[in-house]
């Protein structure tokens, strides 16, 4: 148990659809944070929210939409996906985004893009 | 932003201690050291975070040099369930300064 929890934990989608990726953390952090992992690649940063204010946008494709609706839920909205973007999507947070405060994941969605 | 350099993977026997060494040449001032650990299929795990010296936890060691420049993480006496990736990740999270995970190490333990 993190304390932050992912859902759902699989998706398979088609290039067409509109899906959303859910995020949930109950460690009363003020900092949220959207990562990209890919086979045999790093962890690539996408977006990340402080205190519900987007604060970076790592050139991240409008086909992915971050929202952050309050400091404890973080969504990504995806839409007309290509087959390279299927990875698993991480979802973590920390105390604030000034600090150097350590984040913590969740366990990921695994996407799939047929 | 400081980039990481770490082997890319080690391999090591029940018992053994392990040590991850990190090179970041250009780490900044305000910069600290986090270590991650990160299992098939799940998120990255924190370890241990340091800024200069040496820092101890339950779990692991990080040793710091003077000049920051490298760290080496210390797992005392592994166990086959210590098998997984070791990320050094250098650097804050201020505002324009975004973090990166570099490739991590692949530690395998045999028994």
């Known amino acids: 148990e993190t304390g932050v929890t992912q859902t759902p934990r699989h998706l398979v989608m088609g290039m067409t659809n509109k899906k959303s990726l859910k995020c949930e953390q109950h460690l009363g952090h003020n900092a949220m944070y959207w990562y990209k992992q890919s086979a045999k690649k790093p962890l690539e940063l996408m977006f990340v929210y402080n205190f519900k204010e987007q604060t970076e946008n790592n050139s991240v494709p409008s086909r992915f939409s971050p929202e952050c609706p309050n400091s404890s839920h973080l969504f990504l909205h995806l839409h007309t996906l290509q087959p390279e973007d299927s990875a698993l999507y991480l979802c973590?947070?920390?105390?604030?985004?000034?600090?150097?405060?350590?984040?913590?994941f969740g366990d990921g969605t695994r996407l799939s893009i047929l | 932003l400081a980039k990481t350099t770490q082997p890319i993977s080690m391999d090591s026997y029940e018992g053994q201690e392990v040590n991850i060494t990190c090179s970041h040449n250009?780490?900044?001032?305000?910069?600290?050291i986090t270590w991650y650990q990160q299992f098939p299929s799940q998120g990255p795990r924190f370890i241990i975070q340091g800024y200069k010296t040496k820092v101890t936890n339950e779990v692991a060691s990080l040793f710091i040099p003077a000049d920051r420049k490298s760290s080496t993480l210390s797992l005392p006496r592994v166990s086959l369930s210590d098998t997984a990736v070791y990320y050094c990740?250098?650097?804050?999270?201020?505002?324009?300064?975004?973090?990166?995970f570099g490739g991590g190490t692949r530690l395998m333990v045999k028994p």
């Open positions: 250009n780490i900044a001032t305000n910069d600290y």
């Open positions: 973590a947070s920390s105390q604030d985004g000034w600090g150097h405060q350590p984040q913590h």
């Open positions: 990740l250098v650097g804050s999270n201020n505002a324009g300064n975004m973090l990166t």
